[in-house]
């Protein structure tokens, strides 16, 4: 997993050439709207997605984690299915109806029966590298994906694939200090429960760090926002509990009144919690900034695995209900 972890920054730029390649047919109809199916590794790409786009492009981007698609989806739909195998079962769902409504359809993944599908098709699709262990170790090449599909229907121009550049180079700069960093805060909470805070913006980052707390790191995690957990969460905290870790994700992009609610919010859980610490973006700009946090959190887990003596690529348990549903 440190392997796959360590090559995140070159896959970046792998990514970028991939798509730079990739044919992408303008739809006929035109595009109102987007929706992308995918689940876990092969989901959370499009989460960072509508958070990037969110200031420039036209039209909404939804994402959606199950088997059904809502109604709006239509041929005025860019619908893009995205499974690192190419055979989840909810995204092969939400792929079919797709179909069914006439949407303009791109297919993301490495092999299986998207790819498959796609081809007898004759849909869009971007055959990603095959043959990783995890795909959650492919974030770099969907999110990328996605924003080439983008830029290649006209709904964003090129600055955003221009910051994923920066960002690739920046972590590269930045791995050592960001390894050493995550190896500190892996000693400090790798037998608490993570709680993840951070703004909405960063929602993204929160989700995916809990998610390879998950998968590599084999624990229990959550995460909330800010502001949002201001109304409802904070009243939570009212026992003192040394079992729980509070991480607050900051950003130099917090508005005044994010930072202030959140410096209060620290004082609040600072009174329960067993700890409280601050891991603070680097970068220029969102893009960076959202991915210096992957980077630092993937090694994070990774290092977590190690603490907790457990193997960070091993997800039996994922193998197991995936083969006993395929037997039903
Ligand atoms: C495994 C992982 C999982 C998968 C998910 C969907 O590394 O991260 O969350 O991504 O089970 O499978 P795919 O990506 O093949 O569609």
Request: hydrophobic letters at 40%; a negative charge.
């Amino acid at each position: 997993m440190k392997k796959l972890i360590a090559g995140f920054p070159a896959q970046l730029i792998e990514a970028l050439e991939i798509g730079a390649a990739a044919n992408i047919r303008k739809s006929e109809k035109p595009i109102h709207k987007a929706y992308v199916a995918g689940m876990g590794g092969s989901g959370i790409g499009a989460d960072f997605v509508a958070s990037f786009i969110r200031d420039e492009s036209p039209i909404p981007y939804h994402t959606g984690k199950g088997y059904d698609i809502p109604a709006w989806v239509d041929e005025n739909t860019l619908a893009i299915a995205s499974s690192y195998s190419g055979n989840t079962e909810e995204t092969l769902s939400a792929f079919q109806q797709f179909q069914e409504r006439g949407a303009k359809i791109v297919c993301l993944a490495s092999a299986g029966k998207l790819v498959e599908s796609a081809k007898a098709n004759g849909l869009d699709y971007i055959q990603l590298p095959a043959g990783s262990p995890s795909p959650r170790a492919c974030l770099g090449y969907s999110l990328v994906q996605q924003l080439w599909i983008l830029n290649k229907l006209g709904i964003i121009g090129s600055s955003l694939l221009d910051q994923i550049r920066g960002a690739s180079d920046f972590l590269t700069k930045h791995q050592e200090s960001i390894q050493e960093r995550a190896k500190q805060i892996a000693a400090l909470i790798h037998d608490r429960v993570p709680i993840i805070y951070t703004l909405d913006r960063f929602e993204p980052v929160a989700v995916r760090m809990r998610q390879q707390f998950n998968e590599n790191g084999k624990m229990l995690c959550w995460h909330h926002v800010i502001p949002e957990m201001n109304h409802n969460e904070l009243v939570g905290w009212r026992e003192e509990d040394s079992r729980l870790a509070v991480l607050f994700l900051r950003s130099s992009l917090e508005s005044h009144r994010n930072q202030t609610r959140t410096e209060i919010t620290k004082e609040v859980v600072g009174n329960f919690a067993g700890s409280v610490l601050e891991i603070q973006a680097k970068g220029d700009n969102l893009v960076e900034q959202s991915l210096y946090l992957v980077h630092l959190a993937d090694w994070l887990s990774a290092y977590l695995a190690d603490e907790r003596g457990f193997d960070a690529i091993e997800i039996k348990v994922i193998d197991f209900l995936k083969e006993s549903l395929a037997r039903q």
